[in-house]
């Protein structure tokens, strides 16, 4: 009796372990790993791209300023242009959050696209956004990225209206 029980538990275990095999061998083979290497995209553009898609706002912006409140830092930014989203008449200055605690390292009077999300309360004076990417001006391939965002604009902007 223990002899057939002991080869009873030998076989679910074997059918178990072939059973994980499988799922793993099937999750690599439909990864986003290959399809990022079959697209020749790395993380970090596909991560950039996802952003835009799903931002109620991409603006090319000049930083000016970060203000401290109690909520914590907000940084300050003078718009240049609106790629996707629509902005508030008088809007002169676009107040960013961030998700985190990480506080990245903006400098002055730089130039960057700003991948925001429009957070709406009744807390603020203002509009505030949480930012989602910020892409630096002075990045080699700043041109295709601006173009990339304004095809996501044109093509799924799913900004509400407000």
């Not at 439909?30 to 706002?57: F, P, V, Y």
């Not at 300050?76 to 959050?97: L, R």
């Not at 990417?133 to 996501?152: C, G, M």
């Not at 604009?153 to 799913?158: E, F, H, L, R, Y």
Request: charged share 25%; net charge negative.
């Amino acid at each position: 009796m223990r002899k057939r029980v002991l080869i009873g538990l030998t076989i679910v275990s074997m059918l178990c372990a072939l059973t994980a095999c499988r799922e793993k061998a099937k999750e690599s083979a439909s990864g986003s790993i290959g399809d990022e290497i079959a697209s020749g995209n790395d993380s970090t553009s596909s991560d950039l791209q996802k952003a835009m898609e799903h931002s109620t706002h991409i603006i090319d912006a000049v930083y000016t300023k970060e203000e401290e409140y109690a909520s914590g830092v907000t940084f300050c930014f003078a718009p240049i242009q609106a790629v996707k989203g629509s902005m508030e008449a008088g809007e002169d200055v676009i107040y960013v959050q961030l998700p985190s605690e990480e506080k990245p390292i903006f400098q002055e009077n730089g130039e960057y696209l700003l991948v925001l999300e429009k957070n709406i309360s009744v807390y603020y004076e203002h509009s505030v956004y949480v930012l989602l990417e910020a892409v630096p001006a002075n990045q080699r391939d700043w041109e295709d990225t601006l173009a990339e965002a304004k095809r996501i604009a044109a093509v799924s902007d799913s900004s509400p209206k407000y």
